[in-house]
């Protein structure tokens, strides 16, 4: 699967100088759209490419402006943000989605994640933390800390138990394709280890604990750690 430095040759113009990050702001609040158009259109590396006020409008949105990553607001009116994701993710060449929240533990946000966002912002995030999400996104990484992860896994573990058996099947069978070492590195994962707490606790170094990582998301077909952690849990793992 092509990501955001794909679609943007590469993460380079022609000329040799790093491309911009593409940016649509999908948010029904105006003032909301304002305040991150403002926040992210004074950054060099970042271009914000277009707004939309509901999610029915993400699709020509994003067939016109082709973002690199799209700032989701999960309340809309009409088309949510959850739906608008699921359409976008199931694209062949998809754009990067940030999921916006005012809460850290929202049952839709979990379900974005599950979709394929590649994480959330809580709407009152700092103006510097904002932009450093972006161009993680962009670049292919997860934005959830480690503390957010454990969040939201604690969030599902004391929640109700987490859908219907086929749920648990997949993860199963997914999980039993992974070599002995892949399996301790997802079940780490969905524990919210740290790659440095992985390091320590299987006596690799942190650039084998990556590599792992990437191993994990390139053989599950996810996107990010977080969704290997939610795979562990689906299977009652953790």
Do not use: W
């Not at 799209?70 to 989605?97: F, K, N, S």
């Amino acid at each position: 699967m092509s990501g955001p430095a794909d679609r943007r040759q590469g993460g380079v113009t022609t000329d040799g100088d790093a491309a911009p990050v593409r940016v649509l702001i999908v948010d029904d609040d105006p003032l909301v759209r304002a305040g991150l158009s403002m926040i992210l259109g004074g950054v060099p590396d970042v271009r914000v490419v277009g707004e939309a006020a509901d999610g029915d409008e993400v699709p020509a949105a994003v067939a016109r402006c082709t973002p690199d990553v799209v700032l989701m607001d999960i309340r809309m009116p009409r088309v949510d943000g959850l739906a608008a994701t699921e359409a976008l993710r199931a694209l062949p060449d998809p754009p990067e989605v940030l999921v916006l929240t005012t809460f850290d533990a929202d049952e839709q946000v979990l379900r974005a994640l599950r979709a394929g966002a590649g994480g959330f912002l809580l709407k009152d995030t700092p103006p510097a933390e904002i932009v450093r999400a972006v161009l993680r996104v962009a670049a292919g990484e997860a934005t959830l800390s480690p503390t957010v992860t454990r969040q939201l896994i604690s969030h599902l573990t004391v929640g109700p138990t987490p859908g219907p058996d086929r749920r648990r099947d997949r993860a199963l069978r997914l999980l039993a394709g992974l070599t002995e070492r892949e399996h301790e590195v997802a079940v780490a994962l969905g524990h919210g280890r740290t790659n440095a707490e992985i390091s320590a606790e299987l006596f690799m170094s942190v650039a084998t604990v990556k590599a792992y990582v990437s191993r994990l998301l390139t053989k599950l077909e996810l996107n990010n750690r977080v969704q290997v952690a939610l795979l562990v849990h689906d299977a009652g793992l953790v």
